[in-house]
């Protein structure tokens, strides 16, 4: 299984030029073996944010977005784990909370998180393709 950062959850559904050659290909291969693609819970209520403050153009309603994501990706809800883990990242990572409960969700569950974010990269706290 590999897990989607909400903008690569986005291209994946409406513009996949924008994925990175290795992400591409690394969420290709999870796929071609039948692993598993996932996205955060709560990587929805991010994209029904960004939906409201008209931050990008859905490809229809968000109710048929937010059912269509759930229907290709496998959705990780937040757990205990999940929550104490995000809040035990080091002074390096990002603050952003939706950053930081997704990352946490691809460390708590050992996969690896697809992600242009070069804050989460650089801080090496979590496994990431990009």
């Not at 903008?7 to 290709?28: C, E, F, G, N, Y």
């Not at 209520?45 to 269509?68: H, N, Q, V």
Request: hydrophobic share 45%.
């Amino acid at each position: 299984m590999i897990l989607l950062d909400t903008h690569v959850a986005v291209w994946m559904t409406t513009d996949k030029r924008q994925l990175s050659p290795a992400a591409a290909s690394a969420i290709r291969e999870v796929s071609r073996e039948g692993k598993g693609v996932a996205i955060a819970s709560s990587t929805l209520w991010e994209i029904a944010m960004m939906s409201a403050k008209k931050e990008f153009r859905l490809p229809g309603t968000l109710t048929d977005y937010l059912r269509y994501l759930e229907s290709v990706f496998i959705v990780l809800p937040l757990t205990g784990a999940i929550a104490e883990r995000s809040v035990l990242f080091t002074k390096g990572f990002p603050n952003d909370p939706s950053d930081r409960i997704i990352a946490a969700t691809a460390f708590v569950h050992g996969v690896k998180l697809v992600t242009k974010d070069k804050r989460i990269r650089i801080s090496k706290q979590v496994d990431c393709v990009w």
